[in-house]
């Protein structure tokens, strides 16, 4: 027997995102929500409804789907598509209903979706605009990672995402004591990577993959010389490097 619509738009959710229905309602078991795992804010639910509530002429009882718009305009051409109407039981100005009865394409009920889970995302998780890339300078403390045997042991490894790192920056890794210097030039090859780490040291909500591309000697770019050189005086966290130092880096 081939899925309904409405079990493709949760297995859909499911599979993309890993986010369960929730059923918030003790009288009403169909009625299922969706929310970010971060912000707690819907993206979707799906409701059972008469068709007559969602401008069909039957009152036969239907599967709808309701999902945020951020955008008016594309939010007054969706509605007069057919299948698509203002949002039944929520806010008619950012929210739609779909029907999920065949009226609009499975693929777009999915484009659908994906708009509305980016437009209540929290802010660190919207997309981001395009810039030129960027070089960084990133902390590593060899108390709680050893980068070095990580390094020897793969040319690519995940590493905490810094804010404002996108993919395509540069980042230089400055090891800390005992060797208190950079060691590694890494590439940013794929940010916002999920995940949940916890300790009394240290939090992580998101991973970035960075690519190694070169390394330095553990005499060049000390931290006495990025001191006394490039008037970097502490490493403590994701921070742009001088136009001076990245020359050097560079061309080392």
Not at 41 to 65: H, Q, R, Y
Request: proline share 5%.
């Amino acid at each position: 027997m081939s899925k309904s619509l409405k079990d493709k738009v949760f297995a859909y959710i499911d599979e993309k995102y890993l986010v369960k229905p929730e059923y918030p309602w003790e009288r009403d078991n169909t009625s299922a929500v969706f929310r970010h795992k971060d912000n707690r804010k819907w993206f979707a639910l799906v409701m059972n409804v008469s068709g007559s509530k969602t401008g069909l002429e039957s009152d036969e009882v239907i599967p709808v789907l309701n999902l945020k718009t951020d955008d008016p305009v594309f939010h007054d051409l969706l509605i007069k598509q057919k299948g698509i109407i203002p949002a039944y039981h929520m806010n008619k100005r950012s929210w739609i209903t779909v029907r999920l009865n065949g009226d609009v394409p499975e693929g777009n009920v999915f484009d659908l979706i994906d708009a509305s889970f980016i437009a209540t995302a929290s802010k660190k998780r919207k997309p981001r605009k395009e810039r030129e890339a960027k070089e960084w300078i990133i902390p590593s403390n060899p108390k709680y990672y050893d980068v070095i045997k990580a390094f020897k042991e793969s040319g690519t490894i995940d590493w905490k995402q810094g804010r404002g790192i996108m993919t395509g920056d540069t980042v230089f890794l400055y090891v800390g004591a005992p060797v208190s210097a950079i060691l590694y030039k890494c590439k940013v090859i794929e940010t916002d990577i999920p995940y949940d780490y916890h300790d009394k040291n240290l939090t992580i909500t998101s991973l970035m993959k960075i690519k190694l591309i070169k390394q330095y000697e553990p005499d060049e770019f000390t931290f006495a010389r990025l001191n006394d050189e490039f008037k970097i005086f502490a490493v403590r966290g994701p921070r742009g490097t001088t136009s001076s130092l990245s020359a050097a880096l560079n061309d080392y």
